[in-house]
């Protein structure tokens, strides 16, 4: 017995791609726009308001895209493997655009811009994670890698795996970034102990690190802007 209800099924007051083809996607709301991506619900259930009910959970907005996992996502009735990894697809996709929007306004020497372009992939993460964005001799962004998932420590850091890394892509400068998941992007002992390390290895090697920038919710902090690089 099928127990899943179409687009078609449902009434047409409730059909969100209908009024996307009258009056464009702009016109829907954040859940009419998730039933589209969702196409069904349940037999209880219309896909409008199994959107409605995701929304409902965690963050109570569009954020649960990127922060519920997709084992939280399951938990909720109506929502399989599929439509979980269909969702957070769409998460991936919206960060993408909002990159590389921001990607020609990215400054080595302008901390902010750093920050603003890494800030919607780091802070929602509720691990902390270690990213290196390596530059040009023309401050041209060449790359990024995630070199460290975890607690930021000297024991966990490789400068070893960080300056390998920038070799392979020929980088004249690099820039540290991290998230805290408390929100809160204050320096921490292991973070100055980490900074100090692989700047002391970037002189060696002739990389210079031109940053740190540690990512909290909506606000970061640069080692560079606030003379902590030594």
Not at 77 to 89: D, E, N, R
Not at 105 to 127: C, F, G, Q, W
Not at 157 to 182: D, G, M, Q, T
Request: a neutral charge.
């Amino acid at each position: 017995m099928n127990t899943h209800i179409t687009m078609k099924e449902m009434p047409e007051s409730e059909q969100p791609l209908e009024k996307c083809f009258r009056y464009g996607a702009q016109a829907l709301s954040d859940a009419e726009l998730l039933a589209v991506i969702l196409k069904t619900g349940t037999r209880n259930l219309t896909a409008l308001q199994l959107a409605q009910l995701f929304l409902s959970r965690k963050e109570k907005n569009l954020l649960n895209l990127s922060s519920m996992l997709p084992e939280e996502m399951q938990m909720i009735p109506g929502i399989g493997q599929v439509k979980a990894a269909q969702l957070k697809c769409i998460a991936e996709l919206a960060e993408r655009i909002a990159r590389t929007s921001r990607l020609k306004n990215v400054r080595l020497n302008e901390p902010s811009s750093i920050a603003d372009y890494y800030m919607e992939s780091l802070r929602h993460k509720t691990k902390e994670h270690l990213l290196l964005a390596m530059f040009d001799a023309k401050s041209n962004l060449l790359g990024d890698k995630i070199v460290s998932v975890g607690t930021v420590t000297n024991s966990l850091v490789s400068p070893r795996e960080i300056f390998l890394k920038a070799l392979e892509y020929r980088a004249v400068h690099i820039v540290l970034l991290h998230n805290h998941p408390s929100g809160d992007p204050t320096p921490s002992e292991a973070d100055h102990a980490v900074t100090s390390r692989v700047a002391e290895s970037g002189r060696i090697l002739g990389i210079a690190l031109a940053d740190h920038i540690i990512i909290g919710d909506n606000r970061y902090i640069s080692f560079r802007e606030n003379g902590l690089l030594g």
